[in-house]
């Protein structure tokens, strides 16, 4: 018998995916596209749409979840800001294609991890340049790597890594990204003769979550940034990385009515999920209308409610104001666009709730790929 999902779940729909990608692609058509997992792990489940040819990953947790799910080694990037040369080795034991370094020491621990896994031939590397925060290395320890490359006998220097930031909706910080992009390498160009095989560059495109209509604003984002991209294609060997944009839309997330009351004349709903479950970027809940659907509605009426959690804090309000058909204690409510970082960046432990069973949809129908893990076996202290 198929089973039922129970919620709170989340739905995430690789057909829904894979059309986004291939959107993407459409407009982008000589540029690769690599998928940021961080976004959303569990679409690798199922084949990745064949216009992604590699994914980002960032952590040890996020290789070991690929060495799980057999991703070819060569398509992986490994990427992320904390490096320690246990997780370096894992990822050069692994076969990681390519190896990112955010500093010097990154450097280091990098040929340091080649020399004690004793490859043979060398690692490729990107370097990631800082957009002023603290990912990735400044313009002058980039050079500076570039002066001691001798110091690095198992390290290929192969390429640039660029992310300034994601909620990207102006082509004018899209244009901004280039320029910084084309200063350091006219400088590698002049200084080492440097040209990279790879310039792998997130765009950090914004995803439209809360102004209608949202699909022709995500589009427009694209639509404007294209050609320019398209352009910097032709000077320069181009790969794509993004999570939010590619995975935000092909997800759901559904929740239960669980009490409705009025206190001076507002209508509370309180739901079996909560702020810990849902992630519109910037944590702009209870400030913003996310876009809810009603898997039932009783009548044309509409209603003011406040939805809240489950979480026991005044701050778990996940919208304030809903207009919505009368509801009923049982209702399920689906909130849209939640497949890129909901399941995995919102605060999952706090007061120790079960994780919402997660649901994969697409042509071969919809089944279940996690269950509702309790929290509180982690959240409770070792004695
Ligand atoms: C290096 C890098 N690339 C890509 C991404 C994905 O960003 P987005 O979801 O905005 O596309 C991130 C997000 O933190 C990142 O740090």
Known sequence: MQQKPETPYYVFNTEDFRKRVEYIKAALPEIPLVFSIKANPFLLTQRLPEAITKVEVCSPGELSICERLSVPSENIIYSGVMKEITDIREAIRYGAGILTAESIRHAELLEKGAECENISGKLKVILRLSAGSQFGMSEEDM????????????????????????GKSKVKKIEKDLKQIRGTLLKLKDQYDFEPEILEYGPGFAVEFFNPPMQEEDERVLREAAPL?????????????????????????????CDIKSTEGVTYVLLDGGMHQVNYFGQMMAMKMPPIRQAIVRSEARKAYTLCGSLCTTADVLARDAMLAPLEIGDELVFERVGAYSAMEAPALFLSRRLPEIWIEGDFGIKKIRGSEPTDLINVPDM
Do not use: I
Request: hydrophobic residues 40%.
């Open 229 to 257: 991209l398209n352009e910097f294609a032709k000077e320069v060997p181009l790969s794509f990385e993004m999570g939010r944009y590619m995975a935000a839309t092909c997800g759901e997330y559904h929740t239960r009515v």
């Open 143 to 166: 050079l500076s790597l570039f002066e001691r490359k001798a110091d690095f006998k198992h390290l290929d220097f192969v390429g640039v890594h660029y992310y300034s930031g994601t």
